[in-house]
């Protein structure tokens, strides 16, 4: 019906908007709910560090979509750049800032997007966060925020893991 306007997924229907692209819905999300920092200087530390989430999160993401042959050389890159590259970038800003959150002393959309990557790489490698004791626990902390502890019960509407079937589905669809 010419909803989605460049033919293509995610969409969010939100305030009587059709809102389509990743950063477009999360920017307007985050400014809706406060979470952009009380500054431009948070707002520019906020946006470094999702934009670093995104890459992490887009090599999380490609794996399921991958021809067999790729699978095994594609995995062992993407841990090690979860475990060598993005953690511990984290795992410094944590303890360089010394607060609860990545920025200033409040909830940011880096912390969520922080909290769903960490998510995503442990349904890969359960014990990924064994070398960085500040980030596991952030994502308790993170974790046990009300709004965002209920939201991870099962049965939520968080995405549950992709299937088989949602992935033939996908590639016959955008192949």
Same mark, same amino acid.
């Given at each position: ?21 990743? +950063? ?6 985050? *400014? ?29 993401? &490609? ?12 995995? *062992? ?43 995503? @790489? ?17 994502? @308790? ?7 965002? &502890? ?10 549950? +893991? ?14």
């Amino acid at each position: 019906d010419g909803s989605l306007l460049f033919q293509q997924v995610p969409m969010v229907e939100i305030d009587g908007m059709k809102l389509v692209q990743t +950063r477009a819905i999360m920017n307007y999300i985050a *400014a809706k709910y406060n979470l952009c920092g009380k500054d431009l200087k948070e707002r520019a530390l906020i946006d470094m560090y999702v934009e670093g989430l995104f890459d992490l999160n887009e090599l999380l993401l &490609k794996y399921e979509f991958l021809p067999a042959d790729q699978k095994v050389p594609h995995f *062992a890159n993407m841990m090690d750049k979860a475990e060598n590259r993005y953690f511990p970038v984290f795992e410094k800003v944590l303890k360089d800032h010394g607060k609860d959150f990545l920025v200033g002393n409040q909830l940011s959309r880096a912390d969520v997007q922080l909290l769903e990557v960490i998510l995503m @790489a442990e349904e890969y490698k359960p014990d990924i966060l064994a070398k960085f004791p500040l980030l596991q626990s952030f994502k @308790a902390r993170i974790s046990a925020i009300p709004n965002i &502890k209920k939201f991870l019960q099962p049965g939520s509407q968080r995405k549950p +893991r992709t299937t088989e079937e949602d992935i033939a589905k996908a590639l016959k669809i955008f192949r």
